[in-house]
């Protein structure tokens, strides 16, 4: 009798385990729709504040494509681009990086180009850096972030891309140098591969899927 009423607890248990895990799994697929919904306004809304949208006349998810390198956009990480063309013209792009040189893991950010090489702005799509310090690259937290406005990068000025710790020309943060330092380098990163690639980028086919 005793088994009987452990063996009927544990086939209540499992049914429930299975139930409850069913729900979730369904909750998770009638969410997914609207988190991608978000998460795509939310990308609209970051490309809009790098290029003027008044700049461009094509539909700039649709000009979504992927590319990867190592070296200088993210070690194991897939980026995006999206392009902004006006008349059929390269406009500006906008192209996601990340490092990993911060202070406390991945800072993912989205650097905006100008066809002729200069920087149209810099956002931080996601960080985990310190509150009250590293979180300075918010823009609802500081201003720090605007400083890479309208700069260029040429090779034989290449020193001149780091914080003035380092005898570079960017401004750190009071208290911090790591994650202001992790993002002027992977903006600099970023500005080398596009000076490498940017005919192929304004001209690659679009491959992300769910912007097309």
Same mark, same amino acid.
């Given at each position: 009798m005793i088994l009987s009423a452990i063996s009927r607890n544990g086939f209540l248990l499992a049914a429930f385990a299975i139930i409850c895990t069913a729900a979730v799994a369904t909750v998770n697929q009638l969410t997914k729709p609207v988190i991608a919904k978000q998460e795509q306004m939310a990308l609209l809304k970051t490309i809009n504040q790098l290029i003027p949208k008044d700049s461009y006349d094509n539909d700039i998810f649709a000009s979504c494509f992927i590319i990867n390198d190592d070296t200088l956009l993210g070690k194991d990480r897939s980026q995006q681009v999206f392009v902004a063309?006006?008349?059929? !013209?390269?406009?500006?792009?906008?192209?996601?990086?990340?490092?990993?040189?911060?202070?406390?893991?991945?800072?993912? #950010?989205?650097?905006?180009?100008?066809? &002729?090489?200069?920087?149209?702005?810099?956002?931080?799509?996601?960080h985990s850096?310190?509150?009250? #310090?590293? &979180?300075?690259?918010?823009?609802? !937290? %500081? &201003?720090?972030?605007? %400083?890479?406005?309208?700069?260029?990068?040429?090779? &034989?000025? %290449?020193?001149?891309?780091?914080?003035?710790?380092?005898?570079g020309d960017i401004d750190a943060f009071t208290g911090a140098t790591i994650t202001p330092r992790a993002i002027t380098l992977a903006v600099k990163d970023t500005l080398i591969y596009f000076n490498k690639n940017s005919d192929t980028l304004f001209n690659h086919p679009a491959n992300c899927g769910e912007f097309e």
């Open positions: 063309k006006k008349a059929g !013209k390269p406009v500006a792009l906008m192209l996601e990086t990340s490092t990993f040189k911060g202070y406390a893991g991945e800072i993912k #950010l989205a650097v905006g180009i100008f066809a &002729d090489g200069k920087v149209a702005g810099v956002r931080v799509i996601r850096e310190t509150p009250g #310090l590293g &979180d300075k690259i918010q823009t609802n !937290k %500081s &201003d720090w972030i605007y %400083s890479f406005n309208n700069k260029h990068y040429q090779k &034989d000025q %290449s020193a001149r891309w780091e914080v003035k710790k380092n005898g």
